[in-house]
Nanobody, 119 residues
Framework: QVQLKESGGGLVQAGESRTLACAASGMILGLNVMGWYRQAPGKQRELVATISRSSVPSYAEFAKGRFSISKDNTKNTISLQMNSLKPEDTAVYYC?????????????WGQGTQVTVSS
């Protein structure tokens, strides 16, 4: 099993920055990709950014240029630096980890951390 614990959420003003962190523990060997998703009220969960085992990042279109994902292998953590936040960034942000083989894929999820951006 893999446990993911997010931190860093809260209330911020539009235009400000916020950094989210996710600490992974448990059977973390073999995790291929980690990343962040978000879910706003009444909307489906959507991808924000991912980072591969070799630290290659990938971003949703809305996140490009404003958000930055990184990881610290020594601490088994990933972070999401969010800049120039907008009210539409308000959502619960979830940490995700994927364990993929040639024939299977399994997702692990954290419990989420609320980010509220006020205008």
């Amino acid at each position: 099993q893999v446990q993911l614990k997010e931190s860093g959420g809260g209330l911020v003003q539009a235009g400000e920055s916020r950094t989210l962190a996710c600490a992974a523990s448990g059977m973390i060997l073999g995790l291929n990709v980690m990343g962040w998703y978000r879910q706003a009220p009444g909307k489906q969960r959507e991808l924000v950014a991912t980072i591969s085992r070799s630290s290659v990042p990938s971003y949703a279109e809305f996140a490009k240029g404003r958000f930055s994902i990184s990881k610290d292998n020594t601490k088994n953590t990933i972070s999401l630096q969010m800049n120039s936040l907008k009210p539409e960034d308000t959502a619960v942000y979830y940490c995700n980890a994927k364990r993929q083989t040639l024939s299977t894929s399994y997702d692990y999820w954290g419990q989420g951390t609320q980010v509220t951006v006020s205008s």
